[in-house]
T-cell receptor
Framework: GAGVSQSPSNKVTEKGKDVELRCDPI?????LYWYRQSLGQGLEFLIY????????KSGLPSDRFSAERTGGSVSTLTIQRTQQEDSAVYLC???????????????????FGSGTQLSVL | ELKVEQNPLFLSMQEGKNYTIYCNYS?????LYWYRQDPGKSLESLFV?????AVKQEGRLMASLDTKARLSTLHITAAVHDLSATYFC????????????FGTGTRLTIIP
């Protein structure tokens, strides 16, 4: 697609329910990120997928949060037993990692989706 | 743990004036990114700075990177209203981890 697509754009749920947020990255992008942004705040890293490597889950705030990336493309972020403090905008981004001068992977830039606004009542 | 701080957090400035936003980070990195976010919108990439001393310019915005000082600046020249937005810097830690850590953001308001 032309850009990173996220769905739904808005999700209102009741406390205790599970939610699934979807991210469709730019075709061919090997890296996929999930960030969370609370109202008026910066971006909080959640999880990062790169190719076939094990994901970096170091930002997931609790075991209620999990994410998958199937076939190296679409990703789903799942929040179980939602709490009010989970309310935020969940942003997905993708990028193309290429080999730098030292052979190390270099991220040119992240392309962000428009986000999912999650409201837990 | 990599920490990224921006200052100021809030900035109101008049059209036509110049100002600088600062981004400091806590550990070694040789790559830094600047993003812009309009209210209610997602993030848009502005600059990628890939080495010490890198300088990039686009219109009224100019970004620079000093890896020795662990400092990047975003300079605004002769501000215009449509530059009003929140600006974020982001840093990648060394040695192959491409996890970007974002700064707190600077909310810039240009007053006519």
């Amino acid at each position: 697609g032309a850009g990173v697509s996220q769905s739904p754009s808005n999700k209102v749920t009741e406390k205790g329910k599970d939610v699934e947020l979807r991210c469709d990255p730019i075709s061919g992008h090997t890296a996929l990120y999930w960030y969370r942004q609370s109202l008026g705040q910066g971006l909080e890293f959640l999880i990062y997928f790169q190719g076939n490597s094990a994901p970096d889950k170091s930002g997931l705030p609790s075991d209620r949060f999990s994410a998958e990336r199937t076939g190296g493309s679409v990703s789903t972020l799942t929040i179980q037993r939602t709490q009010q403090e989970d309310s935020a905008v969940y942003l997905c981004a993708s990028s193309l990692i290429h080999a730098g001068a030292s052979g190390q992977g270099v991220n040119e830039k992240l392309f962000f989706g428009s986000g999912t606004q999650l409201s837990v009542l | 743990e990599l920490k990224v701080e921006q200052n100021p957090l809030f900035l109101s400035m008049q059209e036509g004036k110049n100002y600088t936003i600062y981004c400091n980070y806590s550990t070694t990195s040789d790559r830094l990114y600047w993003y812009r976010q309009d209210p209610g919108k997602s993030l848009e990439s502005l600059f990628v700075l890939l080495s010490n001393g890198a300088v990039k310019q686009e219109g009224r915005l100019m970004a620079s990177l000093d890896t020795k000082a662990r400092l990047s600046t975003l300079h605004i020249t002769a501000a215009v209203h449509d530059l009003s937005a929140t600006y974020f810097c982001a840093v990648v830690p060394p040695r192959g981890n491409e996890k970007l850590t974002f700064g707190t953001g600077t909310r810039l308001t240009i007053i006519p």
